[in-house]
């Protein structure tokens, strides 16, 4: 980026200003970068080389996928930044949930954890524990990765490389919807932001609501996998599938919209929010099919019905939320209107973090 001269501003993307003071951007929100801004500083930016590699980065794509000849390696990699409580946990389910939202196999994880130099080894042990007993019970191995104390981070960062391989070289992608596609959901919008939310102010939300209900809510953390439904779903035919994690469920739905050249009717009381959730996104003011959901996989395919009737039959909570279209328009549904579904812009669970 060439330098500018001081107070020269430029509008990057309709909702969000940036001033750039001396090459540098300032005033971003915390969380993922704008898609617009993703795609001319960085997508925009990159080249392809290899024919090997047959699923390139793009908005919406969670994963890339690299012909090795027998087999098709799936690859993906995740920080975990908006907590710090169960970033272990956390971590290696997000990391292999977007190989799952391509139909692989997880095979193996290579974890980066940068660790503040005020942390204790009971600290970093904790982390490690954590990453460890997730690994293992969802039959992966830890193959490689980095630890390193530095004064760059103020608390614990973590980044996880998740590896997989195909089920007969099938890639599920993103970009796969059709139009006349049912749109399923599986398990409960903002699962995960519920969880972390829990750990991070629980004295706070038990004074408000009680004991029972802060446990239940830290509970969801054991519910964000994926898997088991993204090879379910790859084997029944899915055209495309997405993880749900930062902007919720209505970005996943976006970024699959994008990323399939199509729109999208959702229905908005279709879509399932547990109690705690509703209580704990009221209390904070954030809106829950906006936050951060982990443990819910976006499934558009042709015939929705017995897609439910077969993750149900596997013991996983899945209903049809709404349609994909030919036409681009990308809508919720309500009982009185049509609202446009916006961009995915910083994830709810980062304005509770500001406002407190």
Not at 143 to 171: C, P, Y
Request: hydrophobic residues 40%; charged residues 25%.
């Amino acid at each position: 980026m060439k330098r500018r001269k001081a107070n020269n501003s430029i509008n990057l993307g309709r909702n969000t200003r940036y001033i750039l003071r001396l090459g540098r951007v300032n005033q971003m929100e915390i969380g993922k970068l704008p898609n617009d801004v993703l795609n001319s500083l960085i997508l925009g930016k990159l080249q392809n080389r290899r024919s090997e590699v047959l699923l390139r980065p793009s908005i919406g794509e969670d994963c890339s996928a690299v012909d090795f000849g027998r087999e098709i390696c799936i690859i993906s990699t995740d920080p975990i930044t908006g907590t710090e409580n169960q970033i272990g946990t956390i971590g290696v389910n997000v990391a292999l949930n977007d190989l799952a939202s391509s139909g692989a196999e997880p095979v193996g994880i290579t974890v980066t954890l940068l660790i503040p130099p005020d942390a204790s080894m009971s600290d970093v042990e904790n982390v490690i524990n954590q990453l460890v007993s997730e690994a293992s019970k969802l039959n992966v191995d830890i193959i490689g990765g980095h630890t390193e104390v530095t004064d760059a981070v103020s608390r614990f960062v973590l980044s996880i490389t998740a590896i997989g391989k195909t089920i007969n070289k099938n890639v599920v992608t993103t970009s796969g919807a059709k139009p006349g596609d049912d749109l399923i959901l599986t398990k409960y919008a903002g699962l995960e932001g519920t969880s972390i939310l829990a750990y991070d102010y629980e004295e706070e939300l038990a004074e408000k609501f009680g004991k029972e209900l802060v446990d239940n809510a830290k509970r969801l953390i054991n519910n964000i996998s994926v898997i088991k439904e993204g090879i379910i779903s790859a084997k029944f035919g899915a055209h495309a599938m997405h993880d749900v994690t930062e902007g919720g469920v209505l970005g996943a739905v976006w970024e699959m919209c994008h990323a399939s050249c199509c729109g999208a009717v959702i229905f908005k009381d279709s879509i399932p929010v547990l109690r705690e959730t509703k209580l704990i996104c009221d209390y904070f003011n954030i809106d829950p099919l906006r936050l951060i959901s982990s443990g819910c996989m976006l499934i558009a395919c042709e015939d929705g019905e017995q897609m439910v009737r077969e993750l149900s039959e596997n013991g996983i909570k899945a209903g049809i939320i709404g349609k994909i279209t030919a036409d681009k328009s990308i809508l919720l549904s309500t009982n009185t209107e049509n609202i446009n579904i916006s961009p995915p812009k910083s994830d709810e669970l980062y304005k509770v973090s500001k406002s407190k």
